[in-house]
């Protein structure tokens, strides 16, 4: 089984729509996670970190589920520019960082 | 400020041929990552620094794979000899101990590496 887990996706939703996608990991020991977002040919860029129960900014909420060891990220009012690729992290001790394959989103018009 | 920068952009050698690729951590950022990114095997870790000193080194491939940090500006991922498995992108990213969040990692363009 992998440390991190996601649903590779693609998932497609039009503009507006709410889209969430779960991530699972396996180190109970964990205390840190996050979500990156990755667009084609570029490199990863911080969107979230989630350190107790949950964070929210703006249209994205990031919940954790340490009972179940999975965290979440809930996209509302999808945008075009939203399209990109959510890789699941999290820290399995000191600072190393395992990282899930990704989820790929489509929105489209 | 300048972000996470690395060298070559792209690289394209033949199989058998050494390999350096370099990178430059965020200014003050103690923590420096070497990752390697395939659509087959996800974004895994190689190695990675902290304040110049390697601390795991579990994620290396193989003896064909070292890494270096001579000082806090700078730091090396050589491969030799190169295979063509070793195709990739490799990303270089950086992290701050002494902030609110000291996991944040900070990630570089990468170096895509083609090995023919």
């Known amino acids: 089984r992998k440390e991190v887990e996601q649903d590779p996706g693609p998932f497609n939703v039009p503009e507006g729509a709410t889209v969430a996608f779960n991530c699972t990991y396996s180190?109970?020991?964990?205390?840190?996670f996050f979500w990156y977002r990755q667009d084609c040919r570029k490199e990863p860029k911080l969107l979230m970190s989630v350190y107790s129960s949950g964070n929210e900014d703006g249209r994205f909420t990031a919940q954790l589920n340490r009972a179940s060891q999975y965290i979440s990220l809930l996209i509302r009012d999808s945008k075009l520019s939203d399209s990109a690729t959510y890789l699941c992290?999290?820290?399995?001790?000191?600072?190393?960082?395992?990282f899930g394959a990704g989820t790929r989103l489509f929105v489209k018009a | 400020d300048a972000g996470v920068i690395q060298s070559p952009r792209h690289e394209v050698t033949e199989m058998g041929q050494e390999v350096t690729l370099r990178c430059k951590p965020i200014?003050?950022?103690?923590?420096l990552f070497w990752y390697r990114q395939t659509m087959m095997r996800g974004l895994e870790l190689l190695i990675y620094?902290?304040?110049?000193?390697?601390?795991?080194d579990s994620g290396m491939p193989e003896d064909r794979f070292s890494a270096k940090m001579p000082n806090a500006s700078f730091s090396t991922l050589k491969i030799q000899p190169s295979e063509p498995r070793d195709s990739a992108v490799y990303f270089c990213?950086?992290?701050?101990?002494?902030?609110?969040?000291?996991?944040?990692?900070?990630f570089g363009p990468g170096t895509r590496l083609t090995v023919l």
């Open positions: 180190n109970s020991a964990s205390q840190s």
């Open positions: 200014s003050g950022h103690d923590y």
């Open positions: 992290a999290a820290n399995t001790g000191g600072f190393k960082t395992i």
């Open positions: 990213a950086s992290s701050q101990t002494g902030t609110g969040h000291p996991d944040t990692q900070y």
């Open positions: 620094f902290n304040n110049n000193v390697p601390i795991d």
